[in-house]
């Protein structure tokens, strides 16, 4: 039989043993840390990501309804496609703000309807009396 007692070290085992080490029995705080900093890392850097990929549409709120939708559209195609010219697109897009044309026109033809009917005596239709 063996002159050892059993309850004393080898004499070639090391006296200290790191803490990162497991311990007799099987736990391991390494890996359950690193397992801890991964979680934390990877949920940390998706909520960077999806802020990021936000970014044009919080640049585009105050502008026109129809860019802040053309924006919306790039950057969710950004998002799924992975392809960054549609992200550089939107955030282009919500950095230049596009002139109002729309408006002027409106205004003129409106001015044009009043004045045709003041010529002819009949009263202006509505925008949605077409019918």
Same mark, same amino acid.
Request: no cysteine.
């Given at each position: ?9 080898? /004499? ?7 803490? *990162? ?7 391991? /705080? ?6 801890? *900093?991964?979680?934390?890392?990877? #949920? ?29 559209? #790039? ?21 230049? +703000? ?14 044009? +309807? ?9 009263? /202006? +239709? ?6």
């Amino acid at each position: 039989m063996s002159d050892i007692p059993p309850n004393t070290l080898h /004499p070639m085992a090391p006296h200290h043993i790191p803490s *990162f080490m497991p311990d007799a029995a099987g736990h391991d /705080p390494m890996t359950f840390w690193m397992g801890m *900093f991964m979680v934390v890392a990877i #949920l940390g850097l998706g909520t960077l990501y999806f802020r990021l990929h936000s970014l044009p549409e919080q640049m585009a709120h105050g502008v026109s309804g129809t860019q802040l939708q053309l924006v919306s559209i #790039l950057a969710l195609i950004a998002l799924f496609t992975h392809n960054n010219i549609f992200w550089v697109l939107a955030l282009l897009l919500a950095a230049v +703000k596009l002139p109002d044309y729309l408006t002027p026109l409106e205004s003129i033809a409106n001015s044009l +309807k009043k004045s045709a009917a003041e010529n002819t005596g009949d009263t /202006p +239709k509505e925008d949605g009396a077409d019918v």
